[in-house]
């Protein structure tokens, strides 16, 4: 008796980490795909494993591997804890071509190969000869109104420098708004090394016609040569540089255009889990995943399932990512629904659809997938019929008469289960009051810190960038220290005029009484550089981070 009650125990233990181990992921990917002979290109690896190191050795036969950095991070899902490690290492060439980065070794999972094609070496010139030179890159110069442009803005330096600022003016009738961080790699110019800052924008030009990019500008501080400074010359020197402006010619939107708007470059769909099979009354999992070209994860479309004759659908929040591949913006989307299929036989899911605009073959899309087939096996239950869709309630479960266990299905006699069950119970109710308790307090430490500071900076930009005005009440009744979204308060607390009338055009138009063109034009241009209170100081311009030399 005693072995069948730790056979069970060691049971129920596998029941509960088996869910937890079935998500474990893992996956490895470039910042870019292509890139020139000489320069370096970062490989990421993302695991929820926890691993200090990765065994970089089978890259070093093609590679020059230097600089790893780790970052962790902790979030909650539907209730449940999820830790990821982030590893990123430089990696540099030896040779050109069509590179394979081999399977890497991550704790008890495997990434997957990955090509990089390394082209020879750049022809470009590095400006004559220049010690310092700035470059602005668009991947659309014939863009649409409304369209996600990617706007590279790199600085080249082969001088040391202590400190430095990387500035870039937004053009008229368009909106620009810089997305992620700064990189920082070495490539080769005419045999000669050049320390590069790239920075990525996103531009959403407004109006069609011709939009001029103002070019990036540097200035900064470099350190003189040893003969400078020993005759005078001091330490230090000034230096700036700008890049020429760029010329995009916006085209209007077709009149052919369907509603809504979604011009890309590409689009893509794709099942990541496809089940096959089913039991009538247990839920299966379909993951779904959504790459768009050319767009960011706030422009992409609702991922949905139609509704299910003999099925309830029941849909999980969307995770959705904003990535620059080769310079290029790109968006990705997954979301999973969970099918409760009420009765045996095939159920058939009808896959989801997307219509969009091709932005590079001026036509209209719609990228759809293929159905799902799933083979039902009758239920040991019986349910009750009930109407699919994602707001459904799952049916109840009713026991039929018939189904009570003979002697000869039992396992164990009654009381080893009732044992059992007061076992899984106590487990499963400290478990989840421990994730209610690490939840509540999670909960409560997102409270207290959004009370006590402020938005970042960018919180601004980026919600004038998407024209949603109810972000745009949200940050600026937070940047202005008030507790609810009271606007009137923001009128008075903001030191310049046109910044006023902007908010009373934004209550109007928020409100049904106004133009909202009007008003998100007139947000974006009074707001341009930030909120101006009465009480606070003028917040000083963002400066690059001192670059120092290799």
Same mark, same amino acid.
């Given at each position: 008796?005693?072995?069948?009650?730790?056979?069970?125990?060691? $049971?129920?233990?596998?029941?509960?980490?088996?869910?937890?181990?079935?998500?474990?992921?893992?996956?490895?990917?470039?910042?870019?795909?292509?890139?020139?002979?000489?320069?370096? @290109?970062?490989?990421?690896?993302?695991?929820?494993?926890?691993?200090?190191?990765?065994?970089?050795?089978?890259?070093?036969?093609?590679?020059?591997?230097?600089?790893?950095?780790?970052?962790?991070?902790?979030?909650?899902?539907?209730?449940?804890?999820?830790?990821?490690?982030?590893?990123?290492?430089? %990696?540099?060439?030896?040779?050109?071509?069509?590179?394979?980065?081999?399977?890497?070794?991550?704790?008890?999972?495997?990434?997957?190969?990955?090509?990089?094609? #390394?082209?020879?070496?750049?022809?470009?010139?590095?400006?004559?000869?220049?010690?310092?030179?700035?470059?602005?890159?668009?991947?659309?110069?014939?863009?649409?109104?409304?369209?996600?442009?990617?706007?590279?803005?790199?600085?080249?330096?082969? $001088?040391?420098?202590?400190?430095?600022?990387?500035?870039?003016?937004?053009?008229?009738?368009?909106? %620009?708004?810089?997305?992620?961080?700064?990189?920082?790699?070495?490539?080769?110019?005419?045999?000669?090394?050049?320390?590069?800052?790239?920075?990525?924008?996103?531009?959403?030009?407004?109006?069609?016609?011709?939009?001029?990019?103002?070019?990036?500008?540097?200035?900064?501080?470099?350190?003189?040569?040893?003969?400078?400074?020993?005759?005078?010359?001091?330490?230090?020197?000034?230096?700036?540089?700008?890049?020429?402006?760029?010329?995009?010619?916006?085209?209007?939107?077709?009149?052919?255009?369907?509603?809504?708007?979604?011009?890309?470059?590409?689009?893509?769909?794709?099942?990541?889990?496809?089940?096959?099979?089913?039991?009538?009354?247990?839920?299966?999992?379909?993951?779904?995943?959504?790459?768009?070209?050319?767009?960011?994860?706030? &422009?992409?479309?609702?991922?949905?399932?139609?509704?299910?004759?003999?099925?309830?659908?029941?849909?999980?929040?969307?995770?959705?990512?904003?990535?620059?591949?080769?310079?290029?913006?790109?968006?990705?989307?997954?979301?999973?629904?969970?099918?409760?299929?009420?009765?045996?036989?095939?159920?058939?899911?009808?896959?989801?659809?997307?219509?969009?605009?091709?932005?590079?073959?001026? &036509?209209?899309?719609?990228?759809?997938?293929?159905?799902?087939?799933?083979?039902?096996?009758?239920?040991?239950?019986?349910?009750?019929?009930?109407?699919?869709?994602?707001?459904?309630?799952?049916?109840? #479960?009713?026991?039929?008469?018939?189904?009570?266990?003979?002697?000869?299905?039992?396992?164990?006699?009654?009381?080893?289960?009732?044992?059992?069950?007061?076992?899984?119970?106590?487990?499963?109710?400290?478990?989840?009051?421990?994730?209610?308790?690490?939840?509540?307090?999670?909960?409560?430490?997102? @409270?207290?810190?959004?009370?006590?500071?402020?938005?970042?900076?960018?919180? %601004?930009?980026?919600?004038?960038?998407?024209?949603?005005?109810?972000?745009?009440?949200?940050?600026?009744?937070?940047?202005?220290?008030?507790?609810?979204?009271?606007?009137?308060? @923001?009128?008075?607390? $903001?030191?310049?005029?046109?910044?006023?009338?902007?908010?009373?055009?934004?209550?109007?138009?928020?409100?049904?009484?106004?133009?909202?063109?009007?008003?998100?034009?007139? $947000?974006?241009?009074?707001?341009?550089?930030?909120?101006?209170?009465?009480?606070?100081?003028?917040?000083?311009?963002?400066?690059?981070?001192?670059?120092?030399?290799?």
């Amino acid at each position: 008796m005693r072995r069948a009650w730790q056979a069970g125990l060691w $049971l129920l233990l596998a029941w509960l980490v088996l869910p937890v181990q079935a998500q474990a992921q893992t996956r490895a990917w470039l910042d870019r795909s292509e890139i020139a002979f000489g320069e370096t @290109v970062a490989l990421n690896i993302e695991t929820d494993q926890s691993v200090d190191a990765v065994d970089y050795a089978p890259l070093q036969k093609q590679f020059d591997v230097a600089g790893q950095t780790l970052r962790r991070s902790l979030e909650w899902n539907n209730g449940r804890r999820r830790s990821r490690t982030l590893l990123a290492v430089g %990696l540099r060439p030896r040779a050109p071509g069509v590179l394979t980065i081999p399977p890497l070794r991550v704790g008890a999972a495997t990434t997957e190969p990955l090509r990089l094609v #390394v082209r020879p070496p750049a022809a470009l010139s590095a400006n004559a000869g220049s010690d310092l030179f700035v470059e602005t890159d668009v991947d659309d110069a014939r863009p649409y109104v409304q369209q996600s442009v990617g706007v590279t803005v790199r600085l080249n330096y082969a $001088l040391p420098l202590q400190s430095g600022e990387l500035t870039q003016d937004p053009p008229d009738n368009a909106t %620009l708004q810089q997305i992620g961080e700064d990189r920082r790699y070495t490539r080769e110019l005419d045999g000669r090394r050049y320390r590069v800052v790239e920075r990525h924008y996103l531009l959403i030009p407004e109006r069609s016609g011709t939009l001029v990019i103002p070019g990036a500008r540097f200035s900064g501080l470099r350190d003189s040569d040893m003969f400078s400074s020993l005759f005078g010359g001091g330490g230090r020197q000034d230096v700036s540089v700008a890049a020429p402006a760029r010329r995009l010619e916006v085209r209007p939107i077709p009149a052919t255009a369907i509603q809504p708007w979604l011009p890309l470059r590409g689009l893509s769909l794709r099942y990541l889990r496809k089940p096959v099979q089913a039991r009538a009354g247990e839920a299966v999992q379909v993951e779904i995943g959504m790459t768009a070209d050319g767009a960011t994860d706030v &422009q992409l479309p609702a991922l949905e399932l139609g509704n299910v004759a003999g099925a309830q659908i029941f849909a999980d929040p969307a995770q959705t990512d904003t990535r620059i591949v080769d310079g290029k913006l790109q968006a990705s989307l997954r979301r999973v629904f969970s099918l409760v299929p009420s009765r045996g036989g095939r159920l058939t899911v009808p896959g989801p659809s997307v219509v969009w605009w091709d932005a590079t073959a001026g &036509q209209a899309r719609t990228t759809q997938l293929p159905p799902l087939l799933l083979e039902v096996a009758p239920g040991n239950v019986a349910t009750a019929p009930a109407a699919s869709g994602p707001n459904a309630t799952p049916p109840p #479960v009713l026991a039929t008469a018939d189904e009570t266990p003979s002697s000869s299905d039992r396992l164990w006699p009654p009381n080893l289960w009732t044992v059992a069950a007061g076992v899984a119970g106590a487990l499963l109710l400290a478990v989840l009051g421990g994730l209610l308790w690490r939840r509540r307090a999670a909960r409560h430490a997102v @409270v207290d810190r959004d009370a006590s500071e402020p938005p970042a900076p960018t919180s %601004l930009s980026r919600a004038l960038a998407n024209g949603d005005f109810a972000k745009i009440s949200l940050v600026l009744t937070r940047q202005a220290g008030l507790a609810a979204d009271d606007l009137e308060a @923001v009128v008075a607390r $903001l030191d310049e005029q046109a910044q006023r009338d902007a908010v009373v055009l934004l209550q109007s138009a928020q409100w049904g009484g106004g133009s909202a063109i009007e008003a998100r034009k007139a $947000l974006r241009a009074a707001f341009a550089g930030g909120a101006r209170w009465k009480d606070s100081a003028p917040k000083a311009a963002e400066l690059l981070p001192p670059l120092y030399p290799m």
